[in-house]
């Protein structure tokens, strides 16, 4: 069974969203380590309401990003390097998960958005894969999981890009910013291995 036609109508755009009254705010604190701008200056402590709703709906997509990569390890007969794609995805939204945290913690913001699941209504969601999806997708195996794996991971990235796309649209903070700019062509890039590792995708 093929899930593309569901998830990718989920893809989201973030415009319309904020935390607050819209209006730029500045961090309380410096970041540990503090983060250094390509000329070795202190990176820019300000930020809006776009990039701290950036930065909080990323964390979750990556916390839910290696939940799916992790389905692969279950699955003994899959493919090297299908493995090891899922491995380094797991390692790097890790890391990212980590960054994003504690940029949010520096700035005294919460780790996560609002729990109203009205909250994201009016740009069409939060950008996480169904839960429905992945539990179907844990009791598959052989061809037919990598099949629905792939089409799942696929959608789940180009849900990051669209978030990030609109941080690049919407967003203050330069440094989040570029990380946005990082999250847009490392998806794009997976997802062209993805595809390359199924044919016909």
């Known amino acids: 069974m093929k899930f593309r036609l569901i998830l990718v109508a989920g893809l989201v755009a973030l415009a319309g969203?904020?935390?607050?009254?819209?209006?730029?705010?500045?961090?309380?604190?410096?970041?540990?380590?503090?983060?250094?701008?390509?000329?070795?200056?202190?990176?820019?402590?300000?930020?809006?309401?776009?990039?701290?709703?950036?930065?909080?709906?990323?964390?979750?997509?990556?916390?839910?990003?290696?939940?799916?990569?992790?389905?692969?390890?279950?699955?003994?007969?899959?493919?090297?390097?299908?493995?090891?794609?899922?491995?380094?995805?797991?390692?790097?939204?890790?890391?990212?998960?980590?960054?994003?945290?504690?940029?949010?913690?520096?700035?005294?913001?919460?780790?996560?958005?609002?729990?109203?699941?009205?909250?994201?209504?009016?740009?069409?969601?939060?950008?996480?894969?169904?839960?429905?999806?992945l539990e179907a997708l844990s009791k598959k195996d052989g061809p037919e999981f990598t099949l629905d794996f792939v089409d799942i991971l696929v959608a789940h990235q180009h849900n990051g890009v669209a978030l990030a796309r609109t941080e690049l649209k919407d967003g203050k903070n330069p440094d989040s910013k570029a990380f946005a700019q990082r999250v847009v062509d490392s998806r794009t890039g997976e997802v062209q291995q993805l595809r390359a590792l199924v044919p016909g995708q």
């Open 17 to 133: 969203c904020g935390t607050g009254d819209g209006s730029p705010s500045t961090a309380g604190a410096p970041l540990s380590p503090v983060p250094q701008s390509a000329t070795g200056a202190p990176a820019s402590a300000e930020y809006n309401d776009a990039d701290v709703m950036f930065l909080q709906m990323m964390a979750a997509h990556n916390d839910q990003g290696v939940e799916i990569v992790k389905l692969v390890h279950a699955k003994q007969a899959q493919q090297q390097p299908l493995k090891d794609l899922a491995a380094a995805i797991e390692a790097t939204q890790q890391s990212e998960t980590s960054d994003l945290r504690n940029r949010l913690k520096a700035w005294g913001k919460p780790e996560t958005g609002s729990v109203d699941p009205h909250a994201h209504h009016h740009h069409g969601g939060d950008g996480l894969t169904d839960k429905g999806l």
